[in-house]
């Protein structure tokens, strides 16, 4: 069974930073998979963060995070990073890891095998 775990979401101030980890367990080929990040704040719609290719290692971004938000992966803990630097009240959402064999679309992964369970990110001004 494949599971995706997410963590080090938190309470911060605007232009503080937090670093979340999505890790993957189970029979999860994840060396050539594809990873998203999505956040849905209260009351609206779920929102493509960021899509990585993990072999490639190559991530495109939502335009209003693209020079505040980092991705990252380490391969051999099956995990990826999103460094959130800078952080905004509007980046106030819960934060959802997504893992696909299938290919990004731009910042959106629209097919995935796998979701994790979310880490809660509250930014205050």
């Known amino acids: 069974d494949v599971q995706l775990v997410e963590s080090g979401g938190g309470l911060v101030q605007a232009g503080e930073s937090l670093r979340l980890s999505c890790t993957a367990s189970g029979s999860f080929i994840f060396d050539t998979s594809t990873i998203a990040w999505f956040r849905q704040a209260p009351g609206m719609e779920r929102e493509g963060v960021s899509c990585t290719s993990v072999d490639e290692k190559l991530t495109h971004y939502l335009d209003s995070v693209k020079d505040r938000f980092t991705v990252s992966s380490d391969n051999a803990k099956r995990t990826v990073y999103l460094q959130m630097n800078n952080l905004k009240p509007e980046d106030t959402a819960v934060y959802y890891c997504?893992?696909?064999?299938?290919?990004?679309?731009?910042?959106?992964?629209?097919?995935?095998?796998?979701y994790g369970q979310g880490t809660q990110v509250t930014v205050s001004s």
């Open positions: 997504a893992a696909s064999y299938y290919p990004c679309s731009g910042h959106i992964l629209y097919e995935y095998n796998y």
